[in-house]
Antibody, heavy 121, light 106 residues
Framework: QLQLRESGPGLVKPSETLSLTCTVS??????????WGWIRQTPGKGLEWIAS???????YYNPSPTSRITISVDTSKNQFSLTVTSVTAADTAIYFC?????????????WGQGTLVTVSS | DIQMTQSPSTLSASVGDTVTITCRAS??????LAWYQQKPGKAPKLLIY???NLQAGVPSRFSGSGFGTEFTLSISSLQPDDFATYYC????????FGGGTKVEIK
């Protein structure tokens, strides 16, 4: 049974860097058939796809605000990560990691439980 | 960006009802559309992909249809477990979600 679990700080100060990690268990992140992504959810903007990655390091970003965001993968740890620099209150959200099958442009068929990140001083 | 608009935003229904949710894309997305169910405090759960394909384990009372810019999710014989918020997602060009439709108990 595939499981994804997000980890990271629940509280980040404005202008600082947010780092989140998704640990995959019950399956290999190095699968040829799967891509791994981050999605966030806020009351105001709803669900927003942030970025996705393939285990070989191919990255795909939401074209909206990409310059502050980096997605990376560590196959040795079966993990992938998200970094958001210069955070503001607008980055306050529930962050989900998820898997898509077949392509990075696909539906997400497995999700982590989500982690709430609050940006506040 | 492709914008996804769902209607209604809230829907009141009773157990046993058949309900229909609409999702409209700002431009054609062919059949690259998925539907999710989300309950409070939980992650979205994939119900349907590529307009009408049920994800494994999803009851057959859920069905999807559409092509291009207009899509529907139907739930027949609504069950207590179906009261939740539903989202559409396009994956024709990047990935964007609709604003959600909350199905609540009448």
């Amino acid at each position: 049974q595939l499981q994804l679990r997000e980890s990271g700080p629940g509280l980040v100060k404005p202008s600082e860097t947010l780092s989140l990690t998704c640990t995959v268990s019950g399956g290999s992140i190095s699968s040829d058939s799967h891509y791994w992504g981050w999605i966030r959810q806020t009351p105001g903007k709803g669900l927003e796809w942030i970025a996705s990655i393939y285990y070989r390091g191919n990255t795909y970003y939401n074209p909206s605000p990409t310059s502050r965001i980096t997605i990376s993968v560590d196959t040795s740890k079966n993990q992938f990560s998200l970094t958001v620099t210069s955070v503001t209150a607008a980055d306050t959200a529930i962050y989900f990691c998820a898997r898509s099958s077949g392509s990075w442009e696909d539906a997400f068929d497995s999700w982590g439980q989500g982690t709430l990140v609050t940006v506040s001083s | 960006d492709i914008q996804m608009t769902q209607s209604p935003s809230t829907l009141s229904a009773s157990v046993g009802d058949t309900v229909t949710i609409t999702c409209r894309a700002s431009q054609s997305i062919s059949r690259w559309l998925a539907w999710y169910q989300q309950k409070p405090g939980k992650a979205p759960k994939l119900l349907i992909y590529k307009v009408s394909n049920l994800q494994a384990g999803v009851p057959s009372r859920f069905s999807g249809s559409g092509f291009g810019t207009e899509f529907t999710l139907s739930i027949s014989s609504l069950q207590p477990d179906d009261f939740a918020t539903y989202y559409c997602q396009q994956y024709n060009s990047y990935l964007t979600f609709g604003g959600g439709t909350k199905v609540e108990i009448k």
